[in-house]
């Protein structure tokens, strides 16, 4: 694990918060800058053959990945920088209470963007815009990244399966790049004529419809026949609550894996 990195990316992560225009999306809590730190691991990976930037031993806990080195990161990385920390007391018993940073400084978002691959500051710079401190939609997010869909809870996470593979070009595309430039030619030409002779047919068949000048009514006629409608389909199921039961296979099931980002 290299603490030096993960400190860089933790800095990075709240001076990109920082340049946000509503004030309230500039303060980021632990819960996002873990996140951010592990989306900066993925995107690393992605380009090199499955291996990540700061070497933490990833694990899926709860409903993300997780390591406590990381967590134990964030005061130090932060006080380093001179951020701003706020504790905000929990309304519930036996919750701990809530931290959130924040720190605006231009110059020192560019000075550490510098100390990343451009690979990372991209990503971040792209995925904390788009999420900010919206917890739910980030854990959403970094649960459907491959190492996460791959794994049951307490695994380490594999960042092999998010090395981004090349696309081969489709079969049309490639017979495409055969054809001589006179027979592009003609059949861009044959093309036209078809979307030419589609576009008249269309015109003519629009031209066969009459617009009815009376609007529907909805009234208790209209109500009832639907209420009779829903009658023929039998009684309405019975609203109740129940416990479903999955087996722990289900974690490395195909269905999980049919989920992979493309």
């Known amino acids: ?37 592990y989306l900066a691991d993925l995107a690393h990976a992605e380009y090199h053959n499955g291996e990540t930037y700061t070497g933490v031993d990833w694990k899926f806990h709860n409903f993300g990945p997780w390591d406590n080195s990381v967590n134990d990161c964030i005061d130090p990385a932060l006080n380093e920088i001179g951020a701003m920390k706020k504790v905000i007391e929990s309304r519930y018993e036996g919750k701990e209470d809530f931290k959130r940073y924040s720190l605006a400084d231009y110059d020192l978002f560019e000075k550490k963007g510098n100390t990343l691959p451009l690979v990372i500051s991209a990503r971040l710079q792209n995925d904390i815009h ?10 959403g997010h970094v649960y459907r990244t491959p190492p996460m869909l791959s794994a049951a809870p307490g695994e380490s996470l594999d960042f092999s399966l998010a090395v ?8 049309g595309e490639i017979k495409w790049d055969q054809l ?22 269309q ?18 006629i209209y109500f009832n ?7 023929l389909a039998g009684d309405p199921i019975p609203e109740q609550e129940f416990e479903a039961h999955f087996s722990e296979d289900i974690w490395h099931s195909q269905s999980r894996k049919e989920n992979f980002p493309d």
């Open 164 to 171: 981004k593979k090349k696309k081969e070009k489709p079969a």
């Open 1 to 37: 694990m290299d603490q030096k990195r993960i400190y860089h990316i933790i800095q990075y992560s709240l001076l990109v918060a920082g340049l946000e225009d509503d004030p309230f999306d500039r303060d980021l809590g632990p819960i996002h800058l873990i996140k951010y730190v």
């Open 130 to 139: 788009k999420y900010k401190k919206d917890t739910s939609g980030l854990l």
């Open 225 to 231: 026949g639907l209420e009779w409608l829903d009658s």
């Open 203 to 220: 015109g003519i068949k629009d031209r066969g419809f009459v617009r009815s000048p009376i609007k529907p009514l909805y009234d208790d």
């Open 180 to 201: 001589t430039i006179k027979k592009k030619k003609k059949f861009k030409e044959a093309m036209k004529m078809i979307r030419e002779s589609k576009k008249t047919r």
